[in-house]
DNA sequence: CTGTTAGCGCGTTCAG
DNA sequence: CTGAACGCGCTAACAG
């Protein structure tokens, strides 16, 4: 069609190590040690290869460094969703840690299907990570046998289990809606309502909620599944068909604080007191749980801390030292706010 | 110290394609083949070789294959933040298009520091990344050099520009922060504020919003620079300070939603009339917009579009087919809301 | 349809 | 302190 000289012209070759090499009159290897290992090299060659280095643009190649050193200095982390903050702060404590040690950060989303969970470790191990963190501590057989004999250092995270695959940092979901269970009953809520997904961990807090409720002699919770897709909508809504399809209930449990918050908003919006005609209790002690009016009681869970954890879990592992606990229960806590 | 019979033992080796080769009795070209094209491969032949693939559990390793075949169907994308939910979108429209091409997501944060992008292009260069999405149009001399070295595809986001290093999928930050100017002065503000960060793309909105102010003979704008660490409350602090330093000022606009809603939230908390008293303003079209009451005025862009222009860009560029379009203006639109 | 021959660019032995 | 050989596991040509 047109006839311009030519295309930016993919350039042919990049520079190799082997390039430098031959230009500062070393051999490869002397130049790989300048990258490595620089204290191994006079300072006298080391300095001339170093300006051949830069004068000649030379990148390493990481994927042949990989494939020969059997260290790709990548970590894979699979989230359900990386587009509503409940998880960015996971990833963000593992991010800025893994960084600073020269780790990337490679992302899987799953949009909360084990099917693709199951696929993208397959990828992942296939792209030969040095480690991997995953969501949650439910996954297929196929999953949990790929990462045993693959050997590679694997953190679970978000919930316990008795039978982690290799490593854990997380808290107990269950005890943590137990725990709201005994607060909203203790302070004078009867019929209560459980709002979230029917992911695993959400399903852990309704089941703590309902023993404790049970344990109570309270009446079983109403528990109103709402589609993921937009936080503060599926909070607005569920507050709505709570006030009038169950208009006995007098307290709420969101799943978290963004869908807590949805449903604060709306309430104001309405004019619905919160606590007088409805108590509002969120989950994660994200910002927005503060900011709200009322500001929202929530359960505090260490979402960074979580992140920081598996990294640092990771690191250990990978200079070899030894771990002093592979499993990390990071707790949490009732926070008293306003809204109950 | 102990003497456990063997830590874990980690196995020896991974299964090779050679292993599974030896196994079926064919040669290992032959299962690369049944692997990337079955096609190519009698159906015999074909389905013993995949039995023993899939009872010997053999995983490709793509750190071999990316380097013999110098396409390691990975994707680089560097942002400011990943824990706001700004960059979440595009992220979230990149992986999905990608995800179903076979492609994966590294991710490298910036902390909105130039340096650190420097760093990471290099190390994602290093990796052979078939692609590259940045943040922005404003990069080091270094960065750009290296990447048109490499001559690696690359997309440029969130801004415009008449030099971009090679794709582009974006907006006019000054035009919109210019329209809002104009919006807000046709609506009869006279005394504006600005807050919001001081990264590139928020200077080119405040500087467009000047450009309108002036072009009407109206006061030049307040600039508020917060700090990005928690958004929310940025908002809050902001009005704060607008309202007992900056009376005058009858209208805000802010960096982003969820800034422009903790102005919201505080002004509802202090029983501030919006706008009777201020006037908000918002960027983005967050959900959070639609949600705190009033609702937000603000400049509607493609957060996610922007990902999936992106995606598709690189992906036919892999591919080998040219480009229809090279630089995509995605544009914005002024989203009238309540809070105006 | 199948196999053979070459590297991809580097790190890891081991010698000097 | 420096270098030579070898192989990491795979794909790309070509050949049969």
């Not at 620089?38 to 990148?59: C, D, H, L, Q």
């Not at 020969?68 to 969703?81: E, F, G, H, K």
Request: proline share 5%.
């Amino acid at each position: 069609m047109s006839h311009k000289p030519e295309p930016p012209a993919m350039p042919t070759r990049a520079v190799t190590k082997e390039d430098v090499a031959r230009a500062a009159g070393v051999s490869h290897i002397t130049v790989s040690r300048v990258i490595n290992s620089p204290e191994k090299v006079s300072p006298a060659t080391r300095e001339r290869v170093e300006a051949f280095i830069a004068s000649m643009g030379y990148i390493p190649n990481l994927l042949a460094g990989g494939l020969a050193s059997r260290r790709t200095r990548i970590v894979a982390a699979i989230v359900p969703t990386i587009s509503h903050s409940i998880f960015a702060e996971t990833l963000r404590g593992l991010s800025e840690q893994l960084c600073m040690q020269g780790y990337q950060l490679l992302l899987g989303q799953t949009n909360y299907s084990e099917e693709a969970e199951t696929g993208l470790v397959e990828v992942f191990i296939g792209r030969r990570v040095d480690g991997l963190v995953l969501t949650g501590v439910q996954h297929s057989p196929m999953t949990r046998q790929r990462l045993k004999a693959a050997g590679i250092p694997v953190v679970e995270t978000w919930d316990l289990t008795d039978t982690p695959i290799d490593m854990l940092a997380g808290f107990d979901n269950h005890a943590a809606g137990r725990a709201m269970g005994d607060y909203l009953y203790q302070k004078g809520y009867r019929r209560m309502a459980f709002v979230g997904g029917d992911d695993p961990r959400g399903m852990a807090r309704v089941a703590g909620l309902r023993e404790s409720l049970r344990h109570h002699g309270a009446a079983e919770p109403v528990h109103l599944v709402m589609p993921m897709g937009a936080f503060l909508q599926a909070g607005r809504e569920a507050i709505g068909r709570l006030l009038t399809q169950h208009p006995e209930v007098d307290a709420a449990f969101f799943s978290n604080d963004v869908i807590a918050a949805g449903a604060a908003l709306e309430c104001a919006r309405r004019g619905i007191a919160v606590p007088g005609r409805i108590a509002l209790a969120g989950f994660a002690n994200l910002e927005i749980a503060t900011e709200v009016l009322p500001a929202l009681t929530t359960v505090q869970i260490s979402a960074h801390q979580i992140g920081l954890t598996a990294a640092e879990m990771l690191l250990t592992r990978f200079d070899g030292d030894p771990l002093d606990q592979a499993v990390h229960d990071l707790g949490y806590s009732i926070l008293e706010r306003d809204s109950t």
